[in-house]
């Protein structure tokens, strides 16, 4: 399903200019449900796609000057209106869906088989719940499945995209990247890793 939703955002038969970032941001996005809920989406699951949309929101809220205004003048700021506020109100949105999963997860949880980043978190917490100095909280869960969420889609999405632009801009270099992995014809080939440098950066990037 999420092949034929890609197929009709990329059209290959088409000389029109394609914007990845939908596409690249649903991948990525789903590949870090995976780790931290056990699931993937589909691309139009509707809590999915606000999901995404909430966090790249954000990202660009972050990006803007209202967000450095507040870095420098957060006690003023806060009392003041501004698009600072809808970033506040977007996160609160994250949070309520994180926690909503992570209660699901406590539900049905099995200490002999965690299945994903919530229940190894719910099982610490379970061995910890006597301690008062512990650091294993649902607070605490809410707020790294929200930290893993935002620095790992919108940090790889970027780094893709800067990819998919350089091999577009250099489209020469495709072929160097081809020819420093295979080597000579007929030579077993083994480089070291100064030799491989377009295909080092493609696999940094990668």
Not at 13 to 41: H, K, M, Q
Not at 52 to 80: C, D, K, T
Not at 133 to 151: G, Q, Y
């Amino acid at each position: 399903a999420n092949q034929a939703i890609g197929c009709k955002y990329i059209n290959t038969d088409s000389a029109e200019p394609v914007d990845p970032t939908f596409l690249i941001s649903c991948a990525v996005s789903n590949v870090i449900c995976s780790i931290i809920f056990g699931d993937r989406f589909d691309y139009e699951d509707k809590k999915f796609l606000t999901l995404v949309g909430l966090m790249n929101e954000n990202f660009r809220h972050l990006s803007s000057s209202w967000a450095q205004i507040y870095n420098m003048f957060s006690r003023v700021m806060y009392y003041l209106p501004g698009p600072h506020k809808k970033l506040f109100k977007n996160l609160e949105m994250l949070c309520s869906f994180i926690l909503e999963m992570a209660k699901r997860h406590q539900e049905t949880l099995d200490p002999n088989f965690p299945r994903d980043f919530i229940d190894c978190f719910l099982l610490k917490m379970l061995q910890e719940k006597e301690d008062p100095h512990t650091h294993f909280h649902m607070r605490t869960l809410v707020m790294s499945t929200h930290n893993l969420f935002f620095a790992g889609t919108e940090t790889t999405n970027t780094t893709l995209r800067y990819g998919i632009l350089i091999l577009m801009k250099y489209p020469e270099e495709q072929g160097e990247v081809g020819k420093q992995r295979r080597g000579p014809a007929g030579a077993p080939f083994r480089p070291a890793r100064h030799q491989l440098l377009w295909a080092s950066s493609l696999h940094q990037i990668r």
